[in-house]
């Protein structure tokens, strides 16, 4: 599946953003989904989990209370809305996606078969 990640952008510490992620493939209930991000001279790091229907979701510690993460299965696209942002949101976000179970590895990169080409969300203090 292709994914393509859009929405990133600058805004000022305490804005929001909402990042989409659109999935060219019909199936895209199938598939559970993920948002990471990564930072310059870092590992990418894991934001949020959604599951299939989207009734389970997961977050990072660091986002949990300001970020939302979301789908719509009929538009074939998940989102992540990003509140309160903070200086340190500062990465590239990356939507990532996979088929089957993936238990309680939907924190490891690794675990994800697809990914989107990032898109730069800039939070300026």
């Known amino acids: 599946v292709q994914l393509q990640a859009s929405g990133g952008g600058l805004v000022q510490a305490g804005g929001s953003l909402r990042l989409s992620c659109a999935a060219s493939v019909g199936g895209f209930s199938m598939y559970f989904m993920g948002w990471f991000r990564q930072v310059p001279g870092k590992e990418r790091e894991f934001v949020a989990a959604?599951?299939?229907?989207?009734?389970?979701?997961y977050y990072a510690d660091s986002v949990k209370g300001r970020f939302t993460i979301s789908r719509d299965n009929a538009k074939n696209t998940v989102y992540l809305r990003m509140n309160m942002l903070k200086a340190e949101d500062t990465a590239v976000y990356y939507c990532?996606?996979?088929?089957?179970?993936?238990?309680?590895?939907?924190?490891?990169?690794?675990?994800?078969?697809?990914w989107g080409q990032g898109t730069q969300v800039t939070v300026s203090s």
């Open positions: 959604i599951s299939w229907s989207g009734g389970n979701t």
């Open positions: 990532a996606g996979r088929t089957g179970y993936i238990g309680s590895s939907y924190r490891a990169d690794r675990s994800y078969d697809d």
